[in-house]
C-alpha cells in the first residue's frame, strides 16, 4: 500500500534523533500505545521501515517544552537533524513540521523561517495542550503569517491527548473554535489537523465541511475505534479532506494498513486518504 503518512515520529534510543526528551512521558506513551518492543530504531531502521512499506512522511519534531525541549539551542539541533534527514532521503522523508511554544516569540519565529527557507520543512507544529496555548492565541497569528507567505501548510492539534493528567487541558484540541478562529482568520492557510478527532469529531465534521483550507490526519488511532458516525462521513462527505497519519513506530504499518482495508471504505476512498489528498494539499501531483 503507497502512502504518504503525515505523522511520524523519529525514535532513536539516544541523541538529537529521539523526539521525547522526558523518559515518564516516553513510557507512558509507549504503554498507552501498546507500541511494539522494537519501538527504539536507528535512523537507518526508520528509514528501511519506510521504504519497505513503500511511504514517504513528513515528521515531526515535537520539540514543545513539555516534552522537555527547553533548551532552544537542542532545538535548532534537532530541526537540523530533521533538515538532514530531508536532504538525505528524499524518496522518504517529504519534509518535517517544526513543534514551537509561541511564547519562544522572536527568535521561534526566526527559527521557524530559517527551518523553512534552509532546511526545507513545512511550517509549524501546534498542540494547544502541550503549549498551555490554544491555536487562535494571537502570540501564534506571526507564525501563521510567515506560513502563508512561505506557502507551506501549517499543524494544529485536535482531539484526545495520550499524555493523561500533567495538568494538560482537553478544552485546548477541540476544533471549535480553537481551529475555526484561525481558518477563518487566515483563509489562505492550509491547515492540517493532527490526529483523530475524539471526542470533537463532530465538531471537526463541522469544521472540514465549513472551511476549505482545513484537512485531518488520523495519525495514533487505528480506523476500528474511529466512531461510526466518523467512519460514515470519511467514506462521503468527507472524502476529500481526510490525509493519511500514523504515529510510526508507535502504530507499524503491518498493523494499520490491514485496519484500514477492513472498515469498508470505499477503495476510491483508501486512495484518497492513503496519499490522492495528501498529493493535492502539498502541491506534489
Known amino acids: 500500500m503507497s502512502a504518504i503518512d503525515m505523522q511520524t515520529c523519529t525514535s532513536t534510543k539516544e541523541g538529537i534523533g529521539r523526539m521525547i526528551r522526558d523518559d515518564g512521558i516516553l513510557k507512558e506513551l509507549t504503554q498507552y500505545f501498546r507500541s511494539p518492543g522494537d519501538y527504539f ?27 522537555g525541549w527547553t533548551d532552544f539551542d537542542l532545538i535548532k539541533e534537532r530541526n537540523n537533524y530533521l533538515g538532514h534527514l530531508i536532504k538525505d532521503y528524499p524518496d522518504a522523508v517529504l519534509s518535517a513540521w517544526v513543534s514551537l511554544d509561541s511564547d519562544w516569540g522572536l527568535k521561534g519565529l526566526r527559527e521557524l523561517e530559517r527551518c523553512i527557507k534552509d532546511l526545507g520543512t513545512y511550517g509549524i507544529a501546534v498542540c494547544g495542550s502541550m503549549s498551555n496555548t490554544p491555536a487562535n492565541d494571537e502570540s501564534f497569528y506571526p507564525f501563521y503569517e510567515l506560513c502563508i507567505e512561505a506557502n507551506v501548510p501549517v499543524k494544529i492539534w485536535v482531539g484526545h491527548i495520550a499524555v493523561q493528567g500533567r495538568g494538560l487541558r482537553l478544552w485546548t484540541e477541540n476544533p471549535i473554535p480553537n481551529v475555526d478562529d484561525v481558518a477563518a482568520d487566515f483563509p489562505e492557510l492550509k491547515i492540517i489537523c493532527a490526529h483523530h478527532p475524539w471526542p470533537f469529531h463532530n465538531e471537526m465534521a463541522s469544521v472540514l465541511i465549513h472551511h476549505p483550507n482545513v484537512y485531518n490526519e488520523q495519525h495514533g ?39 484500514w482495508e477492513a472498515e469498508g471504505f470505499k477503495p476510491e476512498v483508501l486512495e484518497k486518504v492513503f496519499h490522492k489528498n495528501a498529493e493535492r494539499v502539498l502541491g506534489l501531483k
Open 221 to 259: 488511532w487505528s480506523p476500528k475505534y474511529f466512531p461510526e458516525t466518523f467512519k460514515k462521513d470519511i467514506n462521503s462527505r468527507l472524502q476529500d479532506k481526510i490525509v493519511f497519519g500514523s504515529d510510526y513506530p508507535y502504530f507499524s504499518y503491518k498493523r494499520l494498513f490491514p485496519d
Open 41 to 67: 530504531k536507528t535512523e537507518e531502521e526508520f528509514i528501511q521501515g519506510l521504504r519497505e512499506n513503500d511511504v514517504q512522511t513528513v515528521t515531526c519534531s515535537g520539540t514543545w517544552k513539555f516534552m
